[in-house]
């Protein structure tokens, strides 16, 4: 019988970070959840355990908790949200690599992070080279196993409405049927798909050390 696992999510209140915690929920095989927000999230279940601070830290572990050994930082923003390049740095780069550290100190061993297609650190883009930052950093803190998820452009209904990307996918519904090869990781994916493949990568016993999972390869996991 394969063991119950337990998960941290940070980011549960954003698009992606929503849609992974009802599917962790959901899933069988993880039996305790914790969720590290800013905010109450409005969500009750005998498996949630809510553990909310304005800077995303952590409590300390009594004996009485399960251990978390997977985590999952769905944290992000864009430069239009933070207000400054600086501003988009602090959360994209140095706040994730912050919560991602305060995982490990918790005893997470595997790590998935949302991240985006394109994302590198010679990137010209301000927003694709945080990515690559976040990414370089996170993947030598030494975790057993680090995914970092690029999906292309998301489809979903946010919180907030962003007309920029309402826009963008308008035109995709067009132009999407002639997009193959590598042209399909930009494609617009469901977060609910991205989702779906944050909980496959997490409840697999084995995953590599490190990995970079597109939308393509998204979708073939969740097939």
């Not at 929503?18 to 899933?27: E, G, M, N, P, V």
């Not at 084995?206 to 939308?215: L, Q």
């Amino acid at each position: 019988m394969q063991q119950k696992l337990s998960m941290i999510i940070a980011g549960a209140s954003g698009l992606v970070g929503q849609a992974t915690l009802i599917d962790a929920l959901k899933s069988e095989a993880i039996d305790c959840i914790y969720c590290l927000s800013r905010t109450q999230i409005e969500i009750v279940h005998p498996k949630l355990t809510q553990w909310i601070d304005p800077e995303l830290t952590p409590p300390t572990l009594s004996t009485a908790l399960t251990q978390p050994t997977i985590g999952v930082i769905a944290l992000g923003t864009t430069i239009k949200k933070a207000g400054s390049k600086k501003s988009l740095y602090a959360i994209d780069v140095t706040l994730v690599v912050k919560v991602a550290k305060q995982m490990q100190q918790l005893g997470v061993q595997r790590i998935i992070i949302v991240s985006c297609l394109g994302a590198s650190t010679k990137a010209l883009s301000h927003y694709l080279r945080c990515k690559g930052e976040m990414e370089q950093a996170i993947q030598h803190l030494g975790f057993m196993s680090t995914t970092f998820v690029q999906p292309g452009p998301l489809a979903g209904q946010r919180k907030e409405t962003r007309k920029d990307e309402k826009a963008l996918q308008s035109v995709m519904r067009f132009i999407s049927p002639l997009m193959v090869g590598a042209l399909a990781n930009y494609k617009p994916i469901k977060a609910c798909d991205v989702a779906k493949a944050i909980i496959h990568i997490a409840t697999q016993d084995s995953t590599p050390m490190i990995a970079r999972i597109n939308s393509t390869q998204m979708q073939t996991l969740i097939e």
